[in-house]
């Protein structure tokens, strides 16, 4: 197969879905990271998985080895109390422990993974070291980690430490599986540790030199070298997983459609940067980005409950004369009669949001409104399109969030929490760079945040006509720290020629408003 780049946004996207569906939690999220090993911060809901491109073997090879650990993950998140350092031998030990206890458990829920797991289990035996080059005391944890895992060892060791680890495998064995049969955690699992420390006589806090599976990145196995191993892992592992093809393990065949469509995927991210919509504008990037941080479900929920009506395309609405008699609203002297109105909004909306350095004070909650108001327009199924500008390396750049075409997503939300808010509000630059989107897309409504003047007024007056010759409708947001303050911006505004200026001084209401334009 030929090299192929993937992009870390296809990557994530399905990382994300796959580790939030075998582990049962919505709430997680996916980094990859080339600086560290493959692991899971429990109490920050976080899996940092190694980078395919780190990985041992061809692409699909790669994506196997990466959808596997993966996996591993989803079930330490579903099962696992606590997971140590790997960095010390009490923790490394433990943590050993614990992967053959998530696989078992895993493997009753998820049978379909046996022939991923067996494959996964010959590229880890692979990418362990020689045990000659592994120095002190380290070489027993790691000649019991290869043996407790894969029943051998790689190389030679001396005749009395192999009793050693023999019996502290045959002991972790059956501590793991009277953790299963009787339904202990890791807590009860880590209190054996202790045992199997004095069993190999080292030091529990003895430093483990780290063996991550890319240290031999980009070497290729031939497919007899591949079927021999998978031979030996199946033998060893018989036992536990009973008889396997070897063969069949090899070809993949249950997860190639799955990685077919990461492959369309992949192609469809690398196409996005050669349409015209990206002139000027660029795309950011999402790499390790935590899109959690700017997530308010308190104030998406209730968005969404606001507008509930909208979902349906109804709305009940009190009239002088209609369907039904409202005797409450007759006796308070309100409309006496109420009758469910239609409601849809067909408008079409670009939204442009101002990063720049005034904003980043509140940038945090700025960010979590906009947000909001995002994922309320994607429940109304309102056509809608995002960018925002800041300025980087003294450049005013244009930032692509969301283009009119595609669905609000994590990989969206990805993109609004990467950018920092730096420069000024150099408006009439931004309008530049936008001007052949706005002119090939002709949204019904431009509407541009800000919080403060733009740097040359004249050029955004000028500006705003061409647009506006366009058949688009200006409308300007104008946000304030107070009422005053967001009424100043508003009115100054105004003088730049939009047909329409808002004033907010509550960022929470920033969503109401922008419906309330819609519907008018």
Not at 165 to 192: G, H, P, Q, S
Request: with cysteine; aromatic share 10%; charged share 30%.
């Amino acid at each position: 197969m030929q090299p192929i780049q993937f992009q870390n946004e296809s990557l994530v996207d399905i990382a994300t879905f796959l580790v939030r569906r075998w582990s049962e939690k919505d709430k997680v999220i996916v980094e990859i990271s080339d600086k560290i090993e493959t692991k899971t911060r429990l109490n920050e809901n976080k899996v940092i998985l190694t980078p395919l491109e780190k990985r041992i073997g061809d692409n699909f090879q790669k994506y196997r080895q990466f959808r596997t650990s993966l996996w591993y993950e989803a079930m330490r998140i579903k099962f696992c109390k606590k997971i140590l350092s790997n960095d010390h031998a009490f923790g490394f030990i433990l943590n050993t422990m614990e992967t053959q206890r998530v696989e078992q458990l895993g493997r009753e829920i998820w049978k379909g993974m046996d022939d991923e797991i067996i494959f996964n289990y010959a590229y880890m035996l692979v990418a362990r070291p020689q045990l000659h080059t592994v120095y002190g005391k380290a070489r027993i944890v790691e000649a019991f980690y290869q043996y407790f895992m894969f029943g051998t060892i790689k190389g030679e060791i001396q005749s009395s430490h192999f009793e050693k680890i023999k019996k502290a495998t045959t002991f972790a064995k059956k501590i793991v599986n009277k953790a299963i049969k009787e339904n202990y955690d890791t807590n009860w699992l880590e209190k054996n540790v202790s045992e199997i420390v004095k069993i190999l006589e080292i030091d529990s806090l003895l430093t483990i030199p780290m063996s991550l599976p890319f240290m031999k990145a980009g070497m290729a196995l031939s497919e007899e070298e591949q079927l021999k191993i998978l031979k030996i892992i199946s033998k060893n592992k018989e036992s536990d997983f009973g008889s396997v093809d070897s063969t069949a393990v090899l070809r993949g065949d249950n997860v190639y459609d799955e990685y077919k469509v990461l492959l369309d995927e992949n192609k469809k991210m690398e196409n996005k940067g050669l349409t015209p919509e990206a002139i000027g504008i660029q795309i950011p990037s999402t790499k390790n980005v935590n899109e959690a941080t700017i997530y308010d479900m308190s104030l998406i929920n209730g968005l969404k409950i606001k507008f509930k009506e909208w979902k349906s395309g109804w709305k009940e609405q009190h009239m002088k004369s209609g369907d039904e008699f409202d005797e409450e609203n007759y006796i308070e002297g309100h409309e006496p009669f109420f009758t469910d109105m239609k409601k849809s909004i067909k408008t079409k909306i670009v939204i442009l949001l101002d990063h720049s350095s005034s904003i980043s004070s509140d940038a945090l909650e700025y960010k979590k409104a906009t947000l909001a108001l995002c994922e309320v327009l994607a429940f109304l199924k309102v056509k809608f399109a995002v960018y925002a500008f800041s300025t980087q390396n003294r450049s005013v750049v244009c930032w692509s969030i969301k283009p009119d075409n595609t669905k609000w997503n994590s990989i969206t939300a990805k993109r609004l929490a990467q950018i920092v808010a730096n420069g000024s509000t150099p408006l009439a630059e931004v309008y530049d760079k936008m001007f052949s989107v706005l002119q090939s897309k002709r949204p019904d409504i431009f509407l541009t945040l800000t919080d403060g003047e733009p740097s040359d007024p004249d050029a955004v007056r000028n500006m705003t006509k061409s647009l506006k010759r366009l058949g688009i409708s200006m409308v300007a947001l104008g946000l304030g720290p107070n009422a005053l303050r967001a009424t100043t911006i508003a009115n100054n505004l105004r003088h730049l020629g939009y047909e329409k200026t808002l004033a907010v001084s509550r960022l929470k209401d920033i969503p109401s408003k922008v419906i309330g334009i819609l519907e008018g």
